[in-house]
């Protein structure tokens, strides 16, 4: 039997509810204390961190970012942001899988009517997990959708093949967008098991290897007309770009600070100095500790853009959220963003610098940081991001809006 044949969701297992900003970041550290242990041998074989993954549901980090009306934390993003950066330190691959799950919760905050988010929130704070039904297979780019949802005699059916789908095979409830007979954009959640609805394990990524971003393939699958949530249009001032994309800023702050980290306890501890510098250990070159001092600079500046980040979404009254508002949440978390980007690929990068040649051998897996940083800051090119930010505050040009923004 094969790893994915044993993925199936089945009822949620009780969970706590967390109220409180200390409970939460103390069941972070628990999820991260236990992924720590096997992480380079998960990466290694690509085994799934299934048992953090549960660990991190039973714990209730699941229903952080759900409303207090409906029963969840109703935490914080300051808090949000910790969490995803603390669990990412040691397992990006655990950060990323539950990351469209929160990026879901926010769209039916902005999108969803008060009975969805009754329904849809309840299984949340009841331990289920939504998974990303992810973008279309084969199209000219990510927002072009070719999925369909049509009317048949017997119902609502959802058909398509999509990839990139982060979170579906571990779900409960996985959530695709089609078009339907209106040729209008919406998003259908999908309790598993379901007829017609396949999760395809066959993610091959050299990075991020565990998070099961493959494939989903919908063959006339039902469903349910009240679990249906239309696409806003895209000029509607919304918040569900710049919350996802600062849960992606501090899972790639989580893999800069891991590879920092343990680049530092490497030097001390396995590298062997260069023959010029005249010292005795590696950490004493003093042309190195410069380098790591760089670089801590930079990851302090990037983790700070980031709890600003974090901050400002935290003062929005999403009642009197405006198209101005919106705007300014996106661009100061895409500073966030370029900075998050830039440090996880140098810190990753100058691991294997520092630690030098012994830092390649395959036992140490040091080489997980790079690829890590390297596969997930490839989500929303950091080009787009600095251009958003010029026009911006060049131009006062508003950023579009969808989730990479």
């Known amino acids: 039997m094969t790893q994915s044949q044993e993925l199936t969701p089945g009822a949620a297992p009780k969970v706590a509810v967390l109220t409180d900003e200390r409970q939460a970041l103390e069941a972070a550290r628990a999820v991260a204390e236990l992924a720590a242990k096997e992480a380079v041998s998960r990466d290694r074989a690509r085994i799934y961190p299934l048992e953090a993954l549960s660990l991190f549901s039973r714990l209730g ?15 914080s993003y300051r808090t949000i942001t910790e969490v995803f950066r603390l ?3 040691v397992d990006p691959s655990l950060g990323q899988i539950p ?11 902005d999108e969803g009517t008060y009975g969805q988010q009754k329904s849809l929130f309840k299984a949340v704070v009841e331990g289920q997990r939504f998974g990303n039904g ?32 982060t979170g579906a095979l571990f779900a409960h409830i996985v ?19 379901a007829d017609g609805l396949e999760v395809i394990d066959d993610w091959s990524g050299f990075g991020q290897r565990t998070t099961a971003s493959g494939t989903v393939r919908l063959n006339e699958v039902w469903v349910n007309p009240q679990w249906i949530v239309p696409v806003p249009a895209e000029d509607k001032p919304s918040l569900r ?17 891991g590879a920092f980290d343990e680049a530092c306890e490497f030097i001390r501890t396995q590298s062997r100095p260069w023959v010029d510098a005249g010292v005795e250990r590696n950490a004493d070159d003093p042309h190195l500790q410069a380098d790591v001092g760089r670089v801590n600079v930079e990851l302090s500046a990037a983790e700070a853009l980031l709890r600003r980040a974090a901050a400002l979404l935290d003062g929005i009254d999403p009642t009197q959220l405006t198209a101005e508002i919106a705007a300014k949440a996106s661009i100061v978390v895409a500073e966030a963003k370029v900075l998050t980007t830039s440090v996880a690929l140098k810190a990753s990068e100058k691991l294997l610098e520092w630690g030098g040649s012994r830092a390649t051998l395959s036992q140490h897996g040091l080489d997980r940081h790079w690829r890590n940083a ?12 600095y251009y958003a930010i010029g026009n911006y505050y060049l131009n006062g040009v508003y950023p579009v809006r969808h989730a990479w923004i």
């Open 61 to 75: 980090l699941g229903s952080i970012s759900v409303p207090r009306e409906f029963g969840g934390g109703g935490l």
């Open 134 to 165: 992810g973008p279309e297979k084969n199209t000219r780019h990510t927002r072009e959708v070719l999925a369909r949802l049509r009317q048949r005699p017997d119902g609502l059916r959802l058909s398509g093949e999509k990839f990139y789908s």
């Open 175 to 193: 959530v695709t967008t089609a078009v339907d007979d209106q040729g209008k954009a919406v998003l259908a959640f999908i309790p598993q098991p």
């Open 241 to 257: 770009g710049p919350v996802s994309q600062l849960i992606q800023a501090a899972i790639d702050a989580g893999i800069a600070r």
């Open 374 to 385: 390297r596969t997930h800051t490839l989500h929303d090119p950091v080009r787009w991001k």
């Open 99 to 109: 990351q469209n799950h929160f990026g879901l919760i926010q769209y039916l905050r």
């Open 87 to 89: 669990i990412s330190s």
